[in-house]
């Protein structure tokens, strides 16, 4: 693709960022340094680089060109899509994974069982399954718990669907009930690893960032939960259950609703993303 970003050396390619990414981003290159992206459906975007940088909005202002046409040039001649294994495309080339976002009649002709659901595991790999395909999602699955086990960033665990030849969310929590403890839990593993990073980013001295961990209960099911140190001001990510430390040495339990509940107007959502609420105190010990 040619570069209109005023290096004629430059190579310009598709690049696809998730909405907890972009979230962290609008903390470290806010405003104008903000990467350009173009909305693609559930947590889905996709933005270009330049020689390995993010073309930014004000960038694109100065483009000359519609960023959409731009986009669309990037992913215009990729490789062909893999032949499908056991109900499933994996797409292990990111420009190809955004060509297929972009432009999904690409994957119209591809033979499998249902309407084409996607997932944007991480930037490098996209898997397409059938909606009607019930054993190629508890694949899916598998996959993305490897890829949390391996420690790498990821990008969405949500699924989108090709409907009439747009992205819309997949239900599939809904759909595949017998699979719905494997979802939840591999939704909360997605959920933890964008709160690790947003919390590098929010890391200050004068306030507790509070990590979601994950805890298996002894029925299988997964839950998240994060630790308040009472009357320290901290940043509570949204979780199953919240862990409240006594000044005193004693740990209590309570839901995050329940929390919340309790707490009242003293507790302030903020407009991080991924969400945290703030709760007000002294500054760490």
Same mark, same amino acid.
């Given at each position: 693709?040619? /570069?209109?970003?005023?290096?004629?050396?430059?190579?310009?390619?598709?690049?696809?960022?998730? &909405?907890?990414? =972009?979230?962290?981003?609008?903390?470290?290159a806010p405003g104008d340094i903000h990467p350009r992206v173009e909305y693609i459906g559930g947590e889905i975007f996709v933005g270009l680089d330049a020689d390995g940088l993010a073309i930014t909005r004000a960038q694109a202002e100065t483009a000359g060109r519609p960023f959409d046409e731009l986009v669309a040039e990037s992913v215009a001649s990729? +490789?062909?899509?893999? /032949?499908?294994? +056991?109900?499933?495309?994996?797409?292990?080339?990111?420009?190809?994974?955004?060509? =297929?976002?972009?432009?999904?009649?690409?994957?119209?002709?591809?033979?499998?069982?249902? /309407?084409?659901?996607?997932?944007?595991?991480?930037?490098?790999?996209?898997?397409?399954?059938?909606?009607?395909?019930?054993?190629?999602?508890?694949?899916?699955? +598998?996959?993305?718990?490897?890829?949390?086990? &391996?420690?790498?960033?990821?990008?969405?665990?949500?699924?989108? #669907?090709?409907?009439?030849?747009?992205?819309?969310?997949?239900?599939?929590?809904?759909?595949?009930?017998? =699979?719905?403890?494997?979802?939840?839990?591999?939704?909360?593993?997605?959920?933890?690893?964008?709160?690790?990073?947003?919390?590098?980013?929010?890391?200050?001295?004068?306030?507790?960032?509070?990590?979601?961990?994950?805890?298996?209960?002894?029925?299988?099911?997964?839950?998240?939960?994060?630790?308040?140190?009472?009357?320290?001001?901290?940043?509570?990510?949204?979780? /199953?259950?919240?862990?409240?430390?006594?000044?005193?040495?004693?740990?209590?339990?309570?839901?995050?609703?329940?929390?919340?509940?309790?707490?009242?107007?003293?507790? #302030?959502?903020?407009?991080?993303?991924?969400?945290?609420?703030?709760?007000?105190?002294?500054?760490?010990?």
């Amino acid at each position: 693709m040619t /570069d209109v970003f005023g290096d004629a050396a430059a190579s310009v390619v598709p690049r696809i960022y998730g &909405a907890s990414e =972009l979230g962290v981003l609008s903390l470290t290159a806010p405003g104008d340094i903000h990467p350009r992206v173009e909305y693609i459906g559930g947590e889905i975007f996709v933005g270009l680089d330049a020689d390995g940088l993010a073309i930014t909005r004000a960038q694109a202002e100065t483009a000359g060109r519609p960023f959409d046409e731009l986009v669309a040039e990037s992913v215009a001649s990729v +490789d062909d899509l893999p /032949d499908p294994v +056991d109900g499933a495309v994996i797409v292990e080339q990111e420009a190809l994974a955004a060509a =297929l976002l972009v432009d999904p009649s690409r994957i119209a002709a591809v033979g499998l069982t249902g /309407d084409r659901v996607v997932f944007a595991l991480s930037r490098d790999t996209l898997v397409i399954v059938g909606a009607d395909d019930e054993a190629a999602f508890g694949r899916v699955l +598998d996959l993305a718990e490897t890829l949390y086990d &391996a420690g790498g960033p990821l990008v969405s665990a949500h699924p989108i #669907v090709l409907a009439d030849g747009a992205w819309a969310p997949f239900p599939w929590r809904e759909r595949f009930t017998a =699979l719905q403890l494997r979802i939840e839990r591999v939704l909360r593993l997605f959920s933890v690893r964008a709160y690790e990073a947003q919390g590098v980013v929010l890391a200050r001295p004068d306030v507790h960032i509070a990590d979601p961990k994950i805890h298996v209960r002894e029925d299988g099911v997964t839950l998240t939960f994060a630790a308040w140190p009472q009357g320290t001001a901290t940043l509570l990510p949204v979780v /199953d259950n919240v862990m409240i430390a006594n000044p005193a040495g004693t740990l209590s339990v309570t839901t995050m609703d329940e929390f919340l509940d309790a707490a009242g107007d003293a507790v #302030v959502r903020t407009g991080l993303s991924p969400l945290r609420y703030f709760v007000p105190g002294e500054p760490p010990r």
